[in-house]
């Protein structure tokens, strides 16, 4: 695991690096139930890109009250792909609820867009592509649930 995880293909992120993200996808998880230190620090990252409206309108950050007048409900890119709802869906930019072969397809769909070298799934329907493209390119897209409750 430690041989993985120091030389795999894909760093695994501090908790700092997860607070400080700029977009987040959560794959088949519920990070409040497994790690919910983990789950705060989302929360966190998905206060990262409204605060660039703060530092455009110059108020330094530590006077948070005026940050979050400013800011108001505006939240980042947040993607929760899981099996059922969670405590984080309330911050979530989209979710989507399915079986584990079919958050499996939307990971690989996503990676696909990410880098068309990597396989397409079959099977997805046109709602979920389009999801998939959404995580993707990062766009910040009104609040949506997919699949069923």
Do not use: Y
């Amino acid at each position: 695991m430690l041989e993985i995880l120091s030389s795999g293909p894909a760093r695994s992120p501090s908790l700092l690096d997860i607070e400080r993200s700029d977009a987040v996808l959560v794959l088949g998880e519920d990070v409040t139930n497994t790690a919910p230190r983990m789950a705060l620090a989302l929360r966190q990252a998905g206060r990262q890109q409204p605060m660039e409206i703060a530092e455009n309108a110059h108020i330094p950050l530590w006077l948070d009250h005026a940050v979050r007048e400013v800011v108001q409900d505006q939240r980042g890119p947040l993607f929760i792909a899981a099996m059922c709802s969670t405590k984080l869906d309330d911050v979530a930019t989209a979710t989507f609820r399915a079986v584990p072969d079919d958050l499996a397809r939307l990971g690989f769909a996503i990676a696909h867009a990410l880098n068309n070298q990597a396989p397409a799934p079959a099977g997805l329907s046109g709602e979920q592509e389009a999801l998939a493209q959404r995580i993707a390119g990062g766009r910040r897209p009104r609040r949506t649930t997919v699949g069923a409750p």
